[in-house]
């Protein structure tokens, strides 16, 4: 069974820093693609990131593209995003997902809320 545990949210001025978290277990992590996704208040699921199992193809959608990076660490688990230059519109839940892009294969986590706002 795929659970998900987000971490590392909070709130955060425009221009700052915030390191997401997502611990994984139930099923093979290291083999399988993960995805970060968020939602805003009011909007729907927005994908934001992809990697494959091995970490060697990744993909960002266009609006943190140069300001996001993901990566992850197989031998502990755990998938992670580096925000950087946060802006406003950057605000909502960020949840981790097995899957490629909005494919997503099981349930995501319960979240993180990141709040960008001076």
């Known amino acids: 069974e795929v659970h998900l545990v987000e971490s590392g949210g909070g709130l955060v001025q425009p221009g700052g820093s915030l390191r997401l978290s997502c611990a994984a277990s139930?099923?093979?992590?290291?083999?399988?693609?993960m995805s970060w996704v968020r939602q805003a208040p009011g909007k729907g699921l927005e994908w934001v990131s992809s990697v494959d199992g091995g970490g060697g193809v990744i993909r960002y959608a266009e609006y943190v593209k140069g300001r996001f990076t993901v990566s992850r660490v197989n031998g502990k688990n755990t998938l992670y995003l580096q925000m950087n230059s946060l802006k406003p519109e950057d605000t909502a839940v960020y949840y981790c997902?097995?899957?490629?892009?909005?494919?997503?294969?099981?349930?995501r986590g319960q979240g993180t809320q990141v709040t960008v706002s001076s």
């Open positions: 139930g099923f093979a992590f290291g083999s399988s693609s």
């Open positions: 997902a097995k899957g490629w892009g909005l494919q997503q294969d099981g349930p």
